[in-house]
């Protein structure tokens, strides 16, 4: 399996613009998970889905965030607008544990985004 | 809300020696500790994990332990080197669902 593989690897836009990133999870695995990363607030979880389903989006910072997972092997996270504050890595990452088997998250590279 | 709190934000360990990250959270619903590895540029790795009825872990150089009743864990890396120098996340999943919470990350750097 080629891994967690998100979508672009940099991305660099303009305040105002329309930001999508894109991911694919392991086959087989029913969780995917959005995070980002800042060196101010570490990693937060912003949504996770099971089996597609959006479960928990508690961690979406404001309305111009939105997380889909049309089916089990793509999920887009995406900001309009972006501000340069949206500025961090965003990682996608899925797992394939069970409330009695846990197994960890296996993390995509992820996806460097600079809002200018 | 939740957290997990994780010591030191650095370390600085000689080659050879022990590395020891220590960690600690507030919420008795955890049920599974992971910690991750962190090279420049990738993503978190899962390295090695603990459920709370275990308290120590060891795969190779590296060792977990976890106090129950003091609600802390911790990682050990015996015999460091210089290819361990990354940033180590110490991690806890919710028993009521499966959100992770991480913590803040210890930046190590093993001189040669």
């Known amino acids: 399996d080629a891994g967690v593989i998100q979508s672009p690897r940099h991305e660099v836009t303009e305040m105002g613009q329309e930001v999508t990133l894109r991911c694919k999870p392991i086959?087989?695995?029913?969780?995917l998970f959005w995070y980002r990363q800042t060196m101010m607030r570490g990693l937060e979880l912003l949504i996770y889905?099971?089996?597609?389903?959006?479960?928990?989006d508690s961690g979406m910072p404001e309305d111009r965030f939105s997380a889909k997972m049309p089916n089990a092997s793509f999920s887009t996270l995406k900001i309009q607008p972006s501000e340069p504050r949206d500025s961090a890595v965003y990682f996608c990452?899925?797992?394939?544990?069970?409330?009695?088997?846990?197994?960890?998250?296996?993390f995509g590279s992820g996806t460097r985004l600079t809002v200018v | 809300q939740q957290q997990v709190k994780q010591s030191p934000q650095s370390l600085i360990v000689q080659k050879g020696g022990i590395s020891i990250i220590n960690c600690a959270y507030e919420?008795?619903?955890?049920?599974?500790f992971p910690w991750y590895q962190q090279f420049p540029g990738k993503g978190p790795a899962l390295l090695i994990a603990?459920?709370?009825?275990?308290s120590e872990k060891k795969e190779g150089r590296f060792t977990i332990s976890f106090n129950k009743s003091a609600k802390q864990f911790s990682l050990h890396i015996m015999d460091s080197q210089p290819g361990d120098s990354a940033t180590y996340f110490c991690?806890?999943?919710?028993?009521?669902?499966?959100?992770?919470?991480f913590g803040a990350g210890t930046r190590l750097f093993v001189k040669a």
């Open positions: 990452a899925s797992s394939g544990e069970t409330a009695s088997l846990p197994r960890g998250y296996t």
């Open positions: 086959s087989g695995h029913d969780y």
């Open positions: 889905f099971n089996n597609n389903v959006p479960i928990d």
């Open positions: 919420n008795t619903a955890f049920d599974y």
């Open positions: 603990i459920r709370p009825d275990v």
């Open positions: 991690a806890a999943r919710g028993s009521g669902g499966f959100k992770t919470i």
